[in-house]
């Protein structure tokens, strides 16, 4: 009486073998969506009047669970999609491009977490299938950094272009092995210029492999996801569809349900140096009508606590740039190649160009990369960006610190809207200088956050190999220094 | 003594002294102490054949009657334990036999043992397994008139005039008030008596739950039951309930009970899932099946609380099972009528201890604009209240002065009014019973609107002597209208009543949108949607189609065995819409979501019974069956967002959606078997089998077959006791049942498309990592008991303890997700529950103008978490809003523990401060409270005056924790009395820091709001008590002497005031009502700004033509 069952127990909607290719293309939409919307306020691009989604530019503690979900979501997403990519195709001689391309993305993938939050499960993560592991133990961040890079250079080599692709479901390249080999080492560069303060000598000898081996320099090479407008929203911009539907989506200027605008620093700063990017990334809304000029921009201070009289004055991301739903967003840029070079020659590892071509090249190209994200909207003028590279050269008579001062401010303005990454960079280099926000009932004294809390439920469900990562790097707290930012 | 052995006795010649009957009886009388009525001269001359020494070694009365008149032409019937009649068998003709059959008259059915004397006289007899009787009639009332007086143990005593001596008559007996419950409708709808049974059982009457009514009758059990934990969601009308017997069983699975009706299971799901402890949108208590049966319709209810009542019904009925028993129709002349109407009002109790000395503001100042009121809408740290004028979020000029009557102000009064007319009738082959039912309920919330219809049919027909069938039908037109959202703030009308500013009249901020049709703001949170605009124009609707079918054959194929089919279907169809309107300030563009589902439940049965008794001593019950259950569930979610045309809702409207089909297959097959065995019905044992393959588990172990053994034992039908006892009587049982995973597809790894417009893409379908070994858990149960009724009933104990233990609980064990799932499918884990029940029925009063009964009920839980995950000792079930609390399960604690974080303090109870932020360094998640309610009581009591009637019930549960959402957020927001200190010159606030140094600061008046926003971080603030005691129910009642009013050819009719949730006598938390739950899912201990609780009062018609 139960010979049936088994097709009973089958889901009719649901299929039993893998399709490596749709669920690569799954992480790579996962793996681009994680961005921490809240470091937009840390990195005093955005902020709001409100507590709750000002968290990110008031370090208000009461929210402090606000950064949780960014940590969960990436394992049984992006993470575990990876995982099951990888074992799927990974036997297969024929399939080692498919591996190679999804080692790589689990590298960012990865990279993105441990940056956030230092020590995370890394190893022993998303065997839960697999290994029936559901209790994986936290690697050091010095483990993980040296597993990503060692990820990346052999994935760098492992790719064939004579061999099978993704093609088509691979959003960032379309299959193809030559860009993928240069994202692996820019990817490279970035993760070993990460490792400067912490141990110099590991981080020349990842940087110079990383230029050895072929790093982006050219705009059509840059890792980018291209996105639609309309549609699921799994196939929208992520960033531009997190800010549209928390505060922007009504587009007057004042209807913002969670009271956000671009903060201050980040308008001033742009308006006092006469930066083309300001009319194209911000508006403010006069009658109800998007306005660019730069003169009336503003940006709004993160220290109120209620609804400013003026909101509706205060600059707003761009509908047609920042929040189009269907812009590109950028994984991997020119821009950013070019300051790590800059630095690279500052430091000495790098003699394939000087500071200042290299300098000015990333700005140029910073400049540049709004026509990628925005078509139409996103131009700025080779006119525009000489006149902004003459008035703001690199002072190379400067110290170290001045220039690094210069190369990453400009960073700081070509990674927007990528504030991860921007945290990153300024954990690291300590760049731009930013006034911390010392709002009432803070988190962290007044000082910006150095890394992010391990989720409450990794306390419920995970407790002994949290707990063994916190003795190793120190409390879980907002001011505690993950393993590349130890001074 | 040489004692002659009993089966000797019939080889024996004639001795010597063999003593003559007359000789025989005289000895039977003195010896056993009982009085035998006989015809005068119906003895002489006969010869008992038994020598004394014979007659002496017979245990009872009866067996020695039996052979005394082996071999005579007499006979003897058992009028009482100590009254006998003799007669003779052969004293033939018609004319001084009197026959018939008595019937109970509520089902129908045959009445097992009813006592029928001719009144004035000894001369009388008992009625057989059929409910027939035969009585001689003695000779010297040859010719005259005469009166049968029947009685039965719960029946009303009824004196019948017989007037034609030649066709045997046909008696009904009406249940009587106070029911001694003596047959109690078991499992697989057997009627049996209740001292034959191993386990605690009770029923509940069908008229309980119809005068002071709640809409859904599970809701109405609470209190009733000893060891039954029913709870009402605070959900508004047509919600759910959550019944718990005898604490909870599973982890995670279903903890509920299988609700039966006539004799075959319902399908009790809630549309598209229970809501959940912090869901947004569609995060609504869409109503449970159980709430699709009409009060009106019901006969009884039984409740079979332990295993071993379970055990024929399978795995489903590990948590225990409601046998809901419906009304049937009766043979008479003409059609019977029974029309019921009840009509009541419901308003919201205000619970609220808010502050009222600072009003509407921030930083101590009261706002002057309307950006500034906007900004403040939900703040009240302003000003000190004096009368003053100020600016609301309406922007106009209003007086700074408290307003503490928001709850009524923002709330409705609901009603509810329900009609049912019944006809019934029948011939000796067919009869039947037709209910029409109409309810039709508003909320408390203007736009909340319920309205079920319900057509119940059932016929009940004798094809011939050996073969009756019996169908029913019932058909539900259920409509639901703006249900309201629990959970999160957004769509959720209570949280701008229960947290506005303490000096706005709620009212103010009506009608919540502007010209433009766009939501008019009154806080700086969008999240919390003004409830007024939820009210205007949220729209949420759904439709319920229900068909429950069932027919049965039964075939009295030979004497004492029965053969029956039965195939009952359960199906409806239903569809919800929640629109969140273009306009609202959080989704500006507006949302949808739609469920389209057509769920179904079949079961096929059949049974075969044999029933029989050896030399009138043993009993022998076996019954054999297998049963197929088919269960369906084809679900559509359509969900999407942004209305392209705004305000135009319609899914072909959306700017993004998508369509989900889901569709669920679950088959059991079970085959089983029962014997009954019964020495002298005074020992009675039980013994069930039953084994069950599951669809839904791995095929290497998807079969168990599992036991359960019981006994009675009648101590006061075996010794002789103090004659002010009627019944003492013990029982025990051990019950194993076995079950299979609730849901299908938990096996293999599966993967699924995921909606996209680009690109296609997949992904695993759960993140639930499946199990391809499951097999199937085992829940085990002990159970003793101890029934006495003395003094004819007045006065009723029944005790009964018991042990329950899952084991291999199936598990959707919450894991961490860097296992790259979020659960996992596991065979794992150990519950306990260990309880007691104690049951006290008297009656104090009991006389003709005046009487008084009482029953009492209280049972008590202990439930322990033994076992979980290998080298886990805790798992989690839900989460607050906001991770303020979590319901975890933990090794060697209760079943649902309440967890959160505390103020670190030291070793002296001082609190540590972390002196960079000023705040109380908080404590890691820590263990708060008890979810659920280890201790439940129920009194009621029932005076009788005349035509008067007077029902009340008080009821308590005590010993559970709840974690208040409410009071988070009335604490951050200024409301909370808690809030207070500081207010005038900042707070000081002193401990130790961190180092463990001496720390004191001063919370300047500006940061206050900041500083109690904060408290949110330590849930123990948070955590009450929730015991509680309450005045449930009171009916008064007035029963109309219809005899005056002949004309009216009214049978009965009486008239009644009915009032629920009347008063709280006693309760430990300030703010919220101690039952404010609003899910029937298996997280309970959280309060979440569902709707306030409310006071029901009403009027209750019932007349019978």
């Known amino acids: 009486c139960t010979k049936d069952f088994q097709e009973i127990n089958t889901d009719p909607e649901s299929s039993t073998t893998i399709q490596p290719a749709y669920v690569f293309t799954k992480a790579q939409y996962d793996g681009a969506k994680n961005n921490l919307i809240l470091l937009l306020g840390t990195m005093q691009y955005t902020t709001s009047f409100n507590d709750v989604a000002g968290f990110g530019s008031k370090y208000v503690s009461s929210q402090s669970q606000q950064s949780m979900a960014q940590f969960s979501n990436a394992y049984y997403q992006e993470i575990n999609e990876l995982a099951l990519v990888i074992n799927a195709v990974k036997n297969d001689p024929e399939q080692v491009n498919l591996l190679a391309s999804a080692r790589i993305w689990r590298a960012y993938c990865f990279s993105r977490i441990t940056d956030l939050y230092g020590d995370i499960p890394y190893t022993e993560a998303a065997q839960g299938y697999t290994n029936s592991n559901y209790k994986p133990a936290y690697d050091p961040q010095r483990s993980i950094y040296l597993d990503m890079l060692k990820e990346l250079d052999e994935s760098a080599s492992g790719l064939n272009a004579a061999k099978a692709t993704f093609g088509q479901a691979d959003l960032i390249y379309a299959g193809n092995t030559v860009k993928w080999k240069k994202f692996a080492y820019s990817l490279m560069l970035r993760l070993g210029m990460r490792l400067t303060k912490v141990d110099a000598a590991l981080a020349e000898t990842w940087v110079k492999k990383a230029i050895a081996g072929g790093v982006i320099t050219d705009d059509a090479d840059i890792a980018k996801i291209n996105y639609m407008s309309a549609g699921q929203d799994i196939n929208k911009n992520p960033i531009a569809l997190s800010l549209y539907n928390s505060d922007y989506i009504k587009a007057d200027g004042n209807s913002n349900p969670e009271g956000g605008k671009y903060q201050n620093t980040f308008i001033t700063y742009m308006k006092n140096n006469k930066d083309p990017r300001l009319g194209i990334l911000s508006v403010v809304y006069v009658n109800g009508v998007a306005d660019t000029s730069m003169a009336i921009q503003k940006g709004m201070p993160a220290t109120l606590s209620a609804k400013p009289t003026d909101f509706v004055t205060y600059s707003e991301p761009n509908q047609k740039t920042v929040l189009a739903l269907g812009g590109a967003k950028l994984i991997y840029t020119t821009a950013e190649t070019n300051f790590l070079l800059a630095e690279a020659v500052l430091r000495g590892w790098y003699t394939g160009g000087t500071a200042t071509t290299l300098y000015e090249s990333g700005i140029r190209a910073a400049m540049k990369q709004w026509a990628i994200i925005a078509p139409s909207d996103g131009i700025i003028s080779d006119l525009q960006i000489n006149t902004y590279i003459k008035y703001h050269p690199l002072n190379t008579t400067g110290t170290f610190d001045a220039q690094m001062q210069q190369i990453y401010t400009e960073y700081w303005l070509a990674a927007f809207p990528d504030a991860q990454e921007a945290f990153a960079s300024y954990r690291r280099t300590g760049y731009p200088t930013l006034v911390p926000v010392n709002y009432v009932g803070n988190a962290t004294g007044g000082r910006i956050f150095r890394r992010m809390l391990y989720p409450l439920s990794e306390q419920n469900l995970n407790r002994a190999s949290l707990d063994a990562a916190i003795a190793r790097q120190g409390a879980d707290d907002f001011m505690t220094r993950i393993w590349w930012d130890k001074l | ?1105």
Do not use: C
């Open chain 2, 1 to 1105: 003594r040489n004692v002659a052995h009993v089966n000797g006795i019939k080889a024996q010649s004639l001795s010597d002294n063999k003593l003559s009957l007359k000789t025989a009886l005289q000895l039977i009388k003195t010896r056993f102490d009982i009085k035998i009525a006989y015809k005068a001269g119906i003895l002489e001359n006969k010869d008992s054949n038994l020598t004394e020494t014979q007659l002496m070694a017979f245990g009872d009365a009866k067996t020695a009657l039996t052979f005394a008149l082996n071999g005579s032409s007499l006979d003897f019937n058992k009028i009482s334990e100590s009254q006998y009649i003799i007669i003779n068998t052969q004293a033939g003709n018609a004319a001084d036999v009197i026959k018939g059959t008595i019937f109970s008259a509520s089902d129908n059915l045959p009445l097992i043992g009813a006592t029928v004397y001719i009144k004035g006289t000894k001369t009388g007899a008992s009625t057989d397994a059929q409910g027939q009787f035969s009585i001689t009639i003695p000779n010297e009332l040859a010719g005259k008139p005469i009166t049968l007086s029947i009685a039965s143990v719960g029946y009303e005593t009824l004196e019948f005039p017989v007037n034609d001596f030649k066709t045997p008559i046909s008696i009904k007996l009406k249940e009587s008030a106070s029911s001694l419950n003596d047959v109690v409708v078991t499992a697989l709808g057997i009627k049996r008596d209740s001292k034959a049974l191993g386990y605690a059982v009770t029923e509940v009457k069908g008229s309980e739950f119809t005068q002071a009514r709640e809409n859904n009758v599970a809701n109405a059990l609470t209190g009733k039951i000893a060891g039954v934990n029913a709870t009402g969601l605070s959900t508004g009308p047509g919600g759910s309930s959550r019944v718990i017997i005898r604490g909870n069983g599973s982890f995670n699975g279903n903890n509920q009970p299988l609700y039966v009706v006539n004799g075959m299971p319902i399908d009790n799901s809630v549309p598209g899932g229970a809501a959940t402890t912090n869901g947004l949108a569609t995060n609504v208590d869409r109503g449970d099946g159980i709430s699709s049966i009409n009060p009106d319709d019901i006969e009884s209810i039984t409740v079979l609380k332990g295993g071993t009542a379970a055990a024929l019904y399978g795995s489903r009925a590990s948590n225990g099972v409601i046998l809901i028993t419906t009304k049937k129709g009766v043979k008479q002349k003409g059609i019977g009528v029974e029309y019921n109407t009840t009509f009541t009002i419901e308003n919201a109790i205000n619970d609220n201890d808010y502050q009222y000395e600072y009003g509407q503001g921030l930083g101590g100042v009261k706002p002057m604009t309307k950006n500034d009121a906007i900004a403040t809408g939900r703040l009240s740290f302003g000003a000190k209240i004096d009368g003053s004028d100020y600016v609301a979020a309406d922007g106009l000029t209003h007086p700074y002065s408290a307003v503490k009557d928001n709850i009524k102000n923002f709330y409705s009064t609901g009603t509810n009014f329900t009609n049912t007319i019944a006809f019934s009738g029948g011939t000796d082959g067919i009869i039947y019973r037709l209910s029409l039912s109409d309810l039709d309920s508003k909320g408390i919330i203007s736009s909340t609107r319920f309205k079920r219809q319900t057509a119940n049919l059932n016929i009940n027909a004798k094809i011939t002597d050996k073969i009756k069938v019996e169908g029913l039908a019932q058909y539900n037109l259920e409509k639901g209208f703006g249900r309201t959202l629990a959970g999160d703030a957004l769509g959720n009308p209570n949280w701008t009543p229960y947290e506005v500013a303490n000096t706005v009249d709620v009212r103010w901020l009506a009608p919540g949108y502007d010209a433009a049709g766009n939501q008019t703001p009154w806080n700086d949170a969008g999240i919390a949607t003004n409830g007024y605009f939820v009210i205007n124009k949220y729209q949420q609707n759904d439709v319920k189609n229900r068909f429950i079918g069932q027919g049965s054959i039964t075939y009295d194929i030979v004497k004492n065995f029965q053969l029956k089919g039965v195939i009952s279907r359960d199906f409806y169809n239903y569809n919800y819409v929640n629109i969140l309107p273009t306009g609202d300030i959080y989704i500006p563009k507006g949302q949808y979501s739609g469920i389209k589902s057509d769920v179904s439940e079949t079961n096929s049965l059949i049974t075969g019974n044999y029933k029989n008794r050896i030399a009138d001593k043993i009993g022998i019950s076996i019954l054999g069956g297998a049963n197929s259950r088919r269960f369906e569930n084809k679900q559509l979610n359509m969900d999407g967002n942004t209305f392209t045309i705004p305000f135009f809702y319609s899914y072909k409207n959306l700017a993004t959606s998508s369509t989900i089909p889901t569709y669920q297959r679950i088959r059991t097959n079970s085959v089983f078997g029962s014997a009954d065995v019964d020495y002298k019905s005074i020992l009675f044992l039980t013994y069930t089998a039953r084994n069950d393959w599951f669809s839904t588990l791995s095929p290497d172990n998807n079969s168990i077959l599992y036991q359960s053994v019981g006994g009675s034992f009648v101590v006061s039908d075996a010794f002789k006791l103090p004659s002010s006892i009627d019944i003492l009587r013990v029982r025990a049982s051990w019950a194993e049942v076995g079950g299979g995973a609730a849901d299908p597809y938990r096996i293999n790894l599966s993967y699924s498309n995921v909606p996209s417009s680009g690109q296609p893409l997949q992904n695993v379908t759960t993140n639930d990592i499946t199990n391809p070994n499951l097999k199937p858990y085992t829940s085990t149960t002990y159970e003793a008991g101890v029934e006495l009724k003395m003094f004819k009933g007045r006065l009723g104990l029944d005790f009964t303890a018991y042990s329950r233990k899952t084991t291999d609980d199936i598990l959707n064990a919450a894991i961490s997700s860097t296992s790259g799932y979020n659960n996992a499918v596991l065979n794992v884990g150990e519950l306990s529950n260990k309880g007691i029940e104690f049951l006290l029925t008297g009656t104090p009063v009991q006389g003709n103008k005046f009487g008084w009964n009482i029953s009492y009920n209280v049972a008590y839980n202990k439930s322990e978490v033994l076992k979980l995950v290998e080298g886990t000792t805790t798992f989690e079930m839900a989460r607050t809003v906001g991770n303020w609390g979590y319901i975890n399960q933990t090794v060697g604690s209760a079943y649902g523990t309440i967890v959160g974080t505390r103020m670190l303090r030291n070793e002296a109870g001082q609190i540590v401060y972390n002196s960079t932020t000023k705040r109380p360094v908080a404590t890691g998640l820590q263990e708060l409270g008890n979810g659920v309610a280890p201790l439940t009581m129920g009194l009621t009591q029932d005076f009788r005056f005349g035509n008067f009637n007077l029902n009340f019930l008080i009821d308590g549960k005590f010993g559970n924790k709840v974690l208040s959402i409410k009071e988070v957020y009335a604490t951050r927001l200024g409301l909370l009395k808690s809030t207070l200190p500081g207010r005038e010159n900042g707070l000081t606030i002193s401990g130790v820091d961190q180092a463990g140094n001496p720390y004191s600061a001063l919370i300047p008046v500006s940061d206050l709001r900041a500083y109690y926003n904060d408290m949110r971080n330590y849930s123990e603030l948070f955590v009450h008590d929730g015991s509680f005691i309450k005045l449930r129910q009171a009916i008064l009642s007035y029963n109309i002497p219809v005899k005056k009013l002949d004309f009216l050819k009214i049978q009965s009719a009486s008239i009644s005031f009915v009032a629920r949730n009347i008063l709280t006598f006693y309760k430990k938390t300030d703010n919220f009502d101690p039952e404010s739950s609003f899910t029937n899912g298996n997280a309970q201990g959280f309060e979440s700004i569902g709707l306030p609780r409310t006071r029901t009062f009403g009027l209750n018609l019932m007349v019978k033509f």
